[in-house]
Structures are given as C-alpha cells and as structure tokens.
T-cell receptor, first 112, second 111 residues
C-alpha cells in the first residue's frame, strides 16, 4: 500500500448504529486530518492530529469521535448519526501541520 | 469567518487552450495556499503549494501565483488536455492547523 488509504470506501448505516472509519498513511507523516465533504459545500476540516495529539477540533458534534493511536493510523468513530451527516469523509496527512497535504480516496457515508 | 471564493464555478474549454482559474481569500495574512484537483467520487490530489513568502510555483504545465496584498491566487494551465477535466480546489491556511477550502471550479476540456 502506498499513500493514504481509507476503509471502508462505502458505508451505509442506520441512525442507531455504531461504526468506525479507518485511515492509514504510508508516508511517514506526523500530522493527520479528517474532513467532511458535502454536496455544494466547501470541504470542512473536522479534526487535526499532530504527533498523535489532537490540535484542532472545529466544533464537531460529539457523535463523531476521533482516535489517533499512532502517527500512521486515524479513526473516526460514529454513533447515533443523523441523515445530514451523509457525506464523503476524507482523511489527509502531511509531514507536519501546515505543510503539503495528501488525501485518501474517502469513505462515502450514507445515513438512513 | 475566513472565506475562500473560486470563480468561475464551472468552465468548459476546447483542448489545447490555455486557461486561468481564480481563488480569492478575505484575509491576506496567510500561512500558505494549496491547489488540488478532485476527480468525481475521489479524493484530492495535491498540485502545488505556495508558501506565504513565495510569489509562484510551477509544475509541468501548471503555474500557480500568489498575491497576498490583493487576496488572490491563480492557477494557470497551459495547453489543456481532456485528462485535465476535474474539479480544482484551492485551500488557504492561516495558522498551519486551520485550512479553508473554496467550493471549486469544475473544468471540462473538450477534445
């Protein structure tokens, strides 16, 4: 595997389900990011991790819970989501925060 | 609130034409600016990153310029090809931890 990978690529979940999105970077980077991309809206930065510590949390609802167990892996735990949370969730990494970002292919999430 | 605007929202050009995409931002005290392309249903691919101290960056047929005083960046694509068809996004960073994206310009290059 190279670059940034995300699993699953597609996810359909009910509002009462609990699921997790996984991101892995193979670039030796120290910063990782979660973004949400909804139709007709700009990408929204959700969380930023630097050296496994969260450095930014942009007023994201608590039903989204990030976890960064090491510098190569980033998770987004989901529970009791709403239909408006349906979107493309993108993970990115960079050498350190503020440098060139490399994105994964995204997870297309549908909440029913 | 920081805003990033990209004009036009959509652009269609014949193959071989040179073109310019625009990105404007409200606060000129930027840390850096990055241009990406996104193919339908895919993630973003980094094209160019310009630091606040730089005026332009070049990669192949792409040239990005930065004018902080006017709050603008342009992405110049020379000799466009059908494979250039995608959505082009610019992202502005102010602190290194915060990134603000425009809504993108959807480019179609007609063979």
């Amino acid at each position: 595997e190279t670059g940034v990978t995300q699993t699953p690529r597609h996810l359909v979940m009910g509002m009462t389900n609990k699921k997790s999105l996984k991101c892995e970077q193979h670039l030796g980077h120290n910063a990782m990011y979660w973004y949400k991309q909804s139709a007709k809206k700009p990408l929204e930065l959700m969380f930023v991790y630097s050296l496994e510590e969260r450095v930014e949390n942009n007023s994201v609802p608590s039903r989204f819970s990030p976890e960064c167990p090491n510098s190569s892996h980033l998770f987004l735990h989901l529970h009791t989501l709403q239909p408006e949370d349906s979107a493309l969730y993108l993970c990115a990494s960079s050498q350190v925060t503020g440098t060139e970002q490399y994105f994964g292919p995204g997870t297309r999430l549908t909440v029913t | 609130k920081q805003e990033v605007t990209q004009i036009p929202a959509a652009l269609s050009v014949p193959e071989g034409e040179n073109l310019v995409l625009n990105c404007s931002f409200t606060d000129s005290a930027i840390y850096n600016l990055q241009w990406f392309r996104q193919d339908p249903g895919k993630g973003l691919t980094s094209l160019l990153l310009i630091q606040s101290s730089q005026r332009e960056q070049t990669s192949g047929r792409l040239n990005a310029s930065l004018d902080k005083s006017s709050g603008r960046s342009t992405l110049y694509i020379a000799a466009s090809q059908p494979g250039d068809s995608a959505t082009y996004l610019c992202a502005v960073s102010y602190t290194g931890n915060q990134f603000y994206f425009g809504t993108g310009t959807s480019l179609t290059v007609i063979p």
